[in-house]
């Protein structure tokens, strides 16, 4: 059984940076599929970005590409971690860090390189989220 806990919400205003990370505990896996979702209060959980363990490739929702930089600490592939740059109003929501291990994982050929889907019902296990509140 994999245990995520997120860290590093806060609140910052338009335009700022945040530093979120994913420590993975318990059975975990180098190969895991790893992933943040945000869930905003009203709205559906969105799927933010991925990172498959086994190669480091990154997969990212349109909505953040280019601001948001997911990443694997090499030392320790179960930490995980996601830069959130040129913050935006509609960026404020509870961020999930979630995994995925063996058979469970979904991937699939993008570019040159097998990265995770962002698809909801890919992922075993979920964190308890960590809030980020952009301000204008």
């Known amino acids: 059984q994999v245990q995520l806990v997120e860290s590093g919400g806060g609140s910052v205003q338009v335009g700022g940076s945040l530093r979120l990370s994913c420590v993975a505990s318990g059975y975990t896996d180098n190969n895991m599929c790893m992933a943040w979702f945000r869930q905003a209060p009203g709205k559906e959980r969105e799927g933010v970005a991925t990172i498959n363990g086994d190669n480091g490739s990154a997969f990212y929702a349109d909505s953040v590409k280019g601001r948001f930089t997911i990443s694997q600490d090499n030392a320790k592939n179960t930490v995980v971690n996601l830069q959130l740059n040129n913050l935006k109003p509609e960026d404020t929501a509870m961020y999930y860090c979630?995994?995925?291990?063996?058979?469970?994982?979904?991937?699939?050929?993008?570019?040159?390189?097998?990265?995770?889907?962002?698809?909801?019902?890919?992922?075993?296990?979920w964190g308890q989220g960590t809030q980020v509140t952009v301000a204008e």
């Open positions: 979630a995994a995925a291990a063996g058979r469970r994982r979904r991937l699939f050929w993008y570019g040159t390189s097998w990265v995770c889907s962002l698809a909801d019902d890919s992922w075993d296990t």
